[in-house]
């Protein structure tokens, strides 16, 4: 009996001391907002203003696990399962049926870095938090950033090594598998990126290429087989002046080949200005300009768009934002604000967003 017991204990030990170096935690944000837009076209021809529940407006919701062994000697084993949702319908957020669209990957992190294989981002959305991506999201994506993969843009079939920070640097290269038969290149993507930060000033620069026939492969750029379909290249600071104040400026070029079926527009330059400041504990202001130079078939165009907004902290993870945009579209079509708001063709286009984040 008194053997049992001592077996027992000692069972019980081993599985406390596996538990405890063993750590699974489950997160989540929802952002809804309603939102007013002039100017989208109707399915008519026409346009006219549109109010909208809209779920994901500045972040898109979503749903994750994360987790992380310890294996000993400074080694462990990490993994991260992301889904996106539309909370104001319930749906899954994937127009393609992935489970886990936002992040799927599993990997090993220690000193030498991280090494993460699956479904993922490349370093360009890292850059991302550097610029009005990190204080409008979604809103200020259809002026560049999302074209620029600033807005988060995935890899399939990708394996991404991130170097430990280095005095300040952080690197990343990424490469996805086309996993074409006799064609490696079909689909194929890779990309890298670094940053140095330090006493509130940031650097960064990121490329990444991804090649055509890209179904079910690494690169979701659609064009010719083997072609490339889509390069981007982006330069970025970000400067915290004073605790309250943080001023930021980045230029992004995307070239997309004739051979890629996007051929109405074959090269933009997208830059962006802008800054927030805390104007006290629970309220702050933030504002950006967005201009993009588009080269397209036989065209030039041009769009501007200007942000202003403030945002509402309730508690640290529960705020509520109002933003205020107005986007010109000089000899191309106007995208829109949002999404699902294309604008009038070569017009301007207003927006107003009021909403709700939780984050747990």
Known sequence: M??????????????????AQSSVTIYGLIDTGV??????????????????????????????????????????AIFQLETGFSNDTGANDSSTGELFRRKSVVGLSGNFGTVLAGRQTDFLDDIGALTSVADFGGIVSNAGSGAARLQGTRSNNSVRYNTANLGGFTGSVIYGFGEKAGKVSNGQAYGIGGKYENAGLALAAAYYQGKGDGADTAST????????????????????????????????????????????????????????????????????????????????????????????????????????????????????????????????????????????
């Open 221 to 360: 750029a659609a064009g010719y087989a083997s072609e490339t379909a889509v390069k981007t290249f982006t330069l970025a600071a970000s400067y915290q002046v004073t605790d309250a104040a943080r001023v930021y400026a980045n230029w992004s070029r995307v070239k997309n080949p004739e051979t890629s079926v996007r051929v109405n527009e074959l090269k933009t330059d997208a830059f962006d200005l802008g800054g927030n400041y805390v104007l006290s504990n629970n309220i702050k202001l933030i504002g950006s300009v967005q201009h993009a130079r588009l080269k397209e078939t036989g065209n030039t165009g041009k769009l501007t768009q200007v942000n202003l907004g403030a945002d509402y902290l309730l508690s640290k993870r529960t705020d509520i934002y109002t933003v205020v945009s107005y986007l010109k579209a000089k000899d191309t079509v106007n995208p829109g604000i949002g999404k699902g708001n294309l604008g009038v063709d070569s017009g301007n286009q207003t927006a107003v967003n009021v909403g709700i984040r939780h984050r747990f």
């Open 2 to 19: 008194k053997k049992s017991l001592l077996a027992l204990s000692v069972l019980g030990a081993f599985a406390g001391a596996a538990q």
């Open 35 to 76: 939102s007013y837009n002039s100017k989208v076209v109707k399915t008519d021809g026409t346009n006219g203003g549109k109010f909208a529940l809209n779920s994901g407006v500045i972040n898109g919701s979503r749903l994750g696990f994360k987790g992380v062994e310890d294996l000993g000697g400074g080694l462990n």
